[in-house]
């Protein structure tokens, strides 16, 4: 029985183990951290980045949720533009790039977001509004409570698989341009010269920029979803 891998598998394990390893080293930078001291280095960075997803939380959630929601919102964006940004290695496949990552990470925010309408509302005041303002709208009010759930992922998932099937074609069109260019000049070169010149630009807005943006839009929308139902 051959036993196929898929690929974004590899690049799961690798930013698992790398995130894991770096909160490791951070966590024993911070311990050694003299509080009547400015923080330096990777200690530095740790606090400015804790300090800046607190402000961001406290700006789209009531304050008393910051300590409740704040990990959970750093976690999600390191590891999103993590993944968001993994093809840049050249031998990682973007793990968001598959509807079988975002989808989990959009149920944990799903699960979420219903978790916060079932303690606002109770469990009759839930279903209650399943069927309000009249109990044909039962199936739009359903379709309102899983529509969270698609949006996320597919979002998440088309963004970041069209940049890497765009970069794919440019790719594809240098190199062929290239190779047509060599022949023309009849040299015998096989070098993507179109390619080194025009591929860093894209990669620059697909992968860094696109990258950041849909890990903002990800946990922003989390946050106001969230905050919806309170």
Not at 1 to 17: L, N, R, Y
Request: net charge positive; aromatic share 14%.
């Amino acid at each position: 029985m051959k036993i196929i891998i898929a690929k974004e598998i590899p690049a799961i394990i690798f930013i698992t183990i790398s995130l894991c390893v770096l909160m490791y080293v951070v966590a024993q930078k911070i311990k050694k951290i003299n509080y009547l001291e400015t923080p330096k280095g990777i200690s530095f960075l740790a606090v400015l980045f804790v300090q800046t997803i607190d402000k961001f939380v406290g700006q789209n959630m009531d304050k008393e949720d910051v300590e409740l929601f704040s990990p959970y919102i750093a976690t999600i964006a390191l590891y999103i533009f993590c993944a968001n940004i993994s093809g840049l290695s050249g031998f990682l496949f973007p793990p968001t790039a598959s509807l079988s990552v975002t989808f989990p990470l959009a149920f944990i925010t799903w699960f979420l977001i219903e978790k916060q309408s079932l303690k606002t509302n109770g469990i009759k005041g839930f279903i209650k509004n399943l069927f309000e303002p009249l109990p044909i709208f039962v199936l739009p009010n359903v379709l309102g409570h899983i529509s969270p759930l698609i949006s996320l992922s597919v979002r998440l998932f088309g963004n970041i698989l069209s940049g890497g099937v765009i970069l794919t074609i440019v790719y594809w069109a240098t190199s062929n341009l290239s190779k047509f260019m060599f022949n023309l000049l009849q040299f015998n070169i096989n070098f993507n010269v179109f390619g080194i010149f025009i591929a860093p630009i894209l990669h620059l807005y697909f992968d860094i920029f696109a990258g950041f943006i849909q890990t903002f839009v990800f946990v922003s929308l989390t946050m106001v979803l969230i905050q919806k139902e309170k």
